[in-house]
């Protein structure tokens, strides 16, 4: 099934995506995340490195955090409870760094959310990690899967929003390193959490 306008778009490649965390996460505001026949502008996300103790990566590769060591551009999905968090990975090879698509605004694939998310209020559909997975059905066949030549998900160039219409305050919903500034998002945008 081919694209409409609004999913269309330059797809990010490996380079795009072998940035310092922090900076790729404020760039992936106002990209287009699709996945299969959904598409959605991305409007908030988290930073996680290595060298903070939140991130999966803190204490070295592990079984479950060696995805984060991949090359840059590669899924790193978990679970949480019963939802799951999906992040594309930074930096170079080796570092421990990815970024955590926390909310989109759904602009393509509307009734086929509809029916994922339950009927819910549109409002609520993906304002959240865990939300916006269901809606996208993602879950852990996702996790190590190279994002820059996956067949259904991908993220492309969107409309850039300028400074002033970013806020950027510090991450929710840890326990850990809640103070760094390491969080993205458009507070216009109704699919964004209050932190």
Known sequence: MP???EARGRRLGR???ALPVVELARRLLGCRLVAGPIA?????????HQ???SCHAARGPTPRSEVLFLRPGHLYVYRIHQS?????????EGVGAAVLIRAIEPSFGLELIRARRQNRPRRIWT????????ALDIDLRQNGQDLTVHPRLQIREGHPYRDEAVEIG???GISK???LPWRFFVPRSRRVVSG
């Open 177 to 179: 390193a809640q103070e």
């Open 127 to 134: 304002d959240g990690p865990g939300k916006l997975c269901q």
């Open 51 to 53: 060298c903070e103790p």
């Open 40 to 48: 959605g502008q991305i409007v908030e996300t988290e930073a996680y």
């Open 3 to 5: 694209l409409r306008s």
């Open 84 to 92: 799951f968090c999906l992040n594309v990975t930074a930096e170079p």
């Open 15 to 17: 380079r795009d995506f």
């Open 170 to 172: 510090p991450r929710i």
